[in-house]
């Protein structure tokens, strides 16, 4: 079992940054492949960044390339989301997920458990 608490959610005005944190517990994070996906009002959840085990390979939806940083830290149980030059569009619940399987995927159901999501509001 594995437990997720995603944190640094707020409100921030268009062009501004955020950093999300995802802690995780147990001893096997290293193990997984660890995603972040938001929700915003009446939208399916939506895949925005991805992570490999080692941190070697990264991918990113087309809407937050060369915006937003997936990283993660095995020694915390942390993976983390930067995320700069933030738009409205961007306003959602952010959701971090583990992958025990280890495939690199942009789909929800590849990912065994979520955290509960921590609120990103923009400002126009």
């Known amino acids: 079992q594995v437990q997720l608490v995603e944190s640094g959610g707020g409100l921030v005005q268009a062009g501004g940054s955020l950093r999300l944190s995802c802690a995780a517990s147990?001893?096997?994070?290293?193990?997984?492949?660890m995603g972040w996906f938001r929700q915003a009002p009446g939208v399916e959840r939506e895949f925005v960044a991805l992570i490999t085990r080692g941190g070697g390979t990264t991918s990113y939806a087309d809407s937050v390339k060369g915006r937003f940083t997936i990283s993660r830290d095995n020694a915390k149980n942390t993976v983390y989301l930067q995320m700069n030059s933030l738009k409205p569009e961007d306003t959602a619940v952010y959701y971090c997920?583990?992958?025990?399987?280890?495939?690199?995927?942009?789909?929800?159901?590849?990912?065994?458990?979520w955290g509960q999501g921590t609120q990103v509001t923009v400002s126009s």
């Open positions: 147990g001893r096997t994070f290293s193990t997984y492949l």
């Open positions: 997920a583990a992958n025990t399987g280890g495939n690199i995927s942009w789909r929800l159901y590849d990912y065994a458990y």
